[in-house]
């Protein structure tokens, strides 16, 4: 299955600013999902990455505030855009494993907190 | 919303006890999936049931899933404390291809007491 490299791992980062956070796979993927984990929460999905077309948002997700970009089949960014201390959350990317009939394959996560 | 109400909420168990965990859906579905989370990290997959499936086993894990409920059961046997750890139950309401994001249960906090 493949294996998924995320980072940073972690930032603390100022309100008001932006932070990217690139996912890279080590085999081609069509499609890239990136989720959101509050403290102490589950995952919500923020938006699905198609490589060569728009990525597609869930609802209570925008792109001015979340924009992704997927320039090819191996990688993708989400930046968080002016970020505010609600935005304080885990920020995981995800593949299907194969054809998605055996599970996701998730990347490490970044923890990002705004003060 | 979250597809998936999971209970309990947290589990706390002795080692070598067996831990079960519920999860119920609302919609239909593909496939349920289990992950485990450690510490706030990156999720692992552990064992997911299609929905013709009624139960699967791997390892120490057992799953069921009652379509005509909308309820699935994570059992772990002879738990040890490395499994100490959040799991997630989550589905998919797609064709299983793969290109269908994940909607995820609230997830079960498990301790295991040495």
């Known amino acids: 299955s493949a294996v998924i490299s995320q980072k940073p791992s972690r930032d603390i980062c100022q309100r008001g600013t932006s932070l990217t956070i690139q996912c890279q796979v080590d085999s081609q993927v069509t499609m890239m999902f990136w989720y959101r984990q509050q403290p102490g929460q589950s995952l919500t999905l923020i938006a699905t990455a198609n490589q060569g077309s728009e990525a597609t948002y869930e609802s209570g997700f925008v792109i001015d505030k979340f924009p992704i970009s997927r320039p090819n089949l191996t990688f993708s960014t989400l930046t968080v855009s002016n970020m505010s201390p609600e935005d304080s959350s885990i920020y995981l990317c995800?593949?299907?494993?194969?054809?998605?009939?055996?599970?996701?394959?998730f990347g490490s996560g970044t923890r990002l907190t705004v003060v | 919303s979250q597809q998936g109400e999971e209970d309990p909420q947290a589990l706390s168990i002795q080692e070598g006890e067996n831990a079960t965990m519920n999860c119920s859906y609302k919609t239909s579905i593909n496939n349920l999936q289990w992950y485990r989370q450690n510490s706030g990290r990156g999720l692992v997959h552990l064992i997911l049931?299609?929905?013709?499936?009624r139960e699967k086993h791997s390892g120490r894990l057992r799953v069921t899933l009652d379509t005509s409920k909308k309820s699935s059961s994570l059992l772990i046997t002879a738990s040890r404390a490395a499994d100490t750890a959040s799991y997630f139950c989550a589905t998919a309401f797609g064709s299983g291809g793969g290109a269908d994001g994940l909607t995820f249960g609230k997830g079960t906090h498990l301790i295991i007491q040495p």
């Open positions: 995800s593949v299907a494993r194969q054809t998605g009939s055996y599970g996701y394959t």
């Open positions: 049931i299609r929905s013709n499936e």
